[in-house]
């Protein structure tokens, strides 16, 4: 029987932080045939960004199985028996986690037997674009979340001769919800504005005290204005925890003791759920915007501290959401280009139902393909990369070869009671370390 005809499909997600997880997941159920039962396993890889339970239980998205592992031991993993390996492989992970994992599994694998390995971004790709996509390159399908990022990719690899055969259209695995149809407000209130205002935060933009305290003080000043609207902080993590990037300056904290309106909260949970009740979304460069374009709500990127490639809204320059918060304090409403919109892989305009079909029809050929499929063969190699390469394998414990070096941390046992304990204090200390002693080490360097 084709492998692609199989009524059961194994998966494995690889992620480093919530974020990732939610990404990978995701991808995954889209990846796989409606028709098939999925085992979903997932993997953590241990580290700063590891997610913690309640993260987890955010995402909303539940696997058979789930487990905290380092490289070494994820690779072990997946060189046991060749005959019970996975069908598809996702590697949701920083780009140089997912070279180094290409190489280790490449050493595992050889030339048998293996699955589809695929991997690609979470969401808006603005920085590090070459970088990223040549540690990306080795995996049998490089994801790219719309039409724009699929060129742009292609442009990359065949810049550099680099196969670009991978590089597959899709789109961003968490839209969805309810298209927008206007306020949710009372009818006695409806035409004076949205009711309620939510600003997406971000863990590391902007990325300095001043600017994340003007733009607290902006939302709550704007509710002081609007007491008829309900103004929400959309908040990624609780103090303590950590996701995608590294938040030394939660908003939380910013918050505290300031006297703040009756129609101002702050909010965790799920950002679908928090769209559902959205009437105009505010953001720096967020992903969430993205996610509210595609249900057409009201989505401003801020221009307010300038629009630079460092903050990430450069990205939106002709989305036709770019504006200030004077102009939505005096009751502005962005109204999107519906072009740019369309490139941007949101589907805004109902197609996104179909946008995983070519990514799945992929996944078949390369499952049916006769001969199983060849090894893994990043572009990156000792030979093409050999001041470059090494440094990335050996964070992750990793020889020139792929080959776990001596000393790398075991696999063949669970780690005991006093190892646990070891790494949560260590996580913790690490996490006070961010938040707490290097702000204030940077704010005694600016004296």
């Known amino acids: 029987m084709p492998a692609s005809a199989k009524k059961s499909l194994r998966v494995a997600v690889l992620a480093d932080s919530d974020t990732r997880w939610k990404w990978g997941a995701l991808t995954a159920q889209r990846l796989t045939p409606a028709a098939a039962e999925v085992r979903l396993d997932g993997y953590l890889l241990r580290g700063r960004a590891t997610p913690t339970a309640r993260q987890l239980k955010e995402v909303g998205v539940q696997a058979d199985s789930l487990r905290e592992v380092t490289g070494v031991e994820f690779l072990r993993a997946m060189s046991e028996d ?10 949701a992970l920083v780009g140089g986690g997912v070279q180094a994992m290409l190489h280790g599994l490449r050493a595992a694998w050889g030339s048998g037997k293996r699955p589809v390995v695929v991997t690609g971004y979470v969401g808006v790709v603005y920085e590090k674009l070459t970088d990223g996509l040549l540690l990306r390159h080795g995996a049998d399908l490089v994801l790219a979340n719309s039409r724009h990022d699929a060129d ?5 690899y065949e810049g550099v001769g680099a196969d670009a055969s991978s590089v597959t259209e899709v789109a961003l695995p968490f839209l969805g919800g309810e298209p927008y149809t206007g306020g949710h407000e009372p009818s006695a209130t409806r ?5 309620t205002v939510v600003f997406a935060a971000q863990p590391s933009v902007p990325d300095n005290r001043r600017d994340r305290t003007y733009l607290l003080n902006r939302l709550v000043e704007h509710a002081r204005k609007h007491p008829e609207r309900e103004v929400l902080l959309k908040l990624r993590s609780k103090p303590g925890e950590h ?4 938040e030394e300056l939660p908003y939380q904290k910013l918050a505290q003791g300031q006297d703040l309106p009756a129609n101002f909260r702050l909010v965790y949970g799920h950002m679908g759920e928090v769209l559902d009740r959205t009437d105009l979304l505010v953001t720096v460069s967020s992903t969430a915007a993205l996610e509210a374009l595609h249900r057409r709500i009201p989505t401003a990127v801020l221009t307010d501290l300038g629009v630079r490639e460092v903050l990430g809204n450069h990205h939106f320059t002709g989305s036709g959401c770019l504006a200030s918060w004077d102009q939505l304090d005096a009751g502005h409403r962005p109204v999107p280009d519906e072009e740019w919109v369309a490139r941007q892989g949101v589907a805004a305009d109902g197609t996104y139902g179909t946008a995983f079909d070519s990514a799945r029809e992929r996944i078949a050929r390369l499952l049916d393909r006769p001969g199983g499929l060849p090894p893994l063969a990043p572009y990156y190699t000792p030979e093409t990369a050999p001041g470059y390469l090494p440094g990335i394998l050996a ?4 020889g020139p070869d792929g080959v ?3 000393g790398a941390p075991a696999a063949d046992k669970a780690p005991g009671p006093v190892r646990q304990i070891v790494r949560r204090a260590a996580r913790g200390a690490y996490r006070h370390g961010v938040q707490r002693v290097a702000p204030v080490i940077r704010r005694m360097g600016e004296l």
């Not at 996701?243 to 590294?246: A, G, K, M, N, P």
Request: include cysteine; proline fraction near 13%.
């Open 82 to 91: 060749p005959d019970d390996r996975y069908d598809v492989l996702v590697l």
């Open 152 to 156: 742009r990719f292609r442009a990359v």
């Open 191 to 195: 035409g004076r504005g949205p009711c």
């Open 243 to 246: 996701t995608t990037h590294i």
């Open 395 to 398: 964070r992750h414990h990793l």
């Open 404 to 406: 776990p070096l001596p």
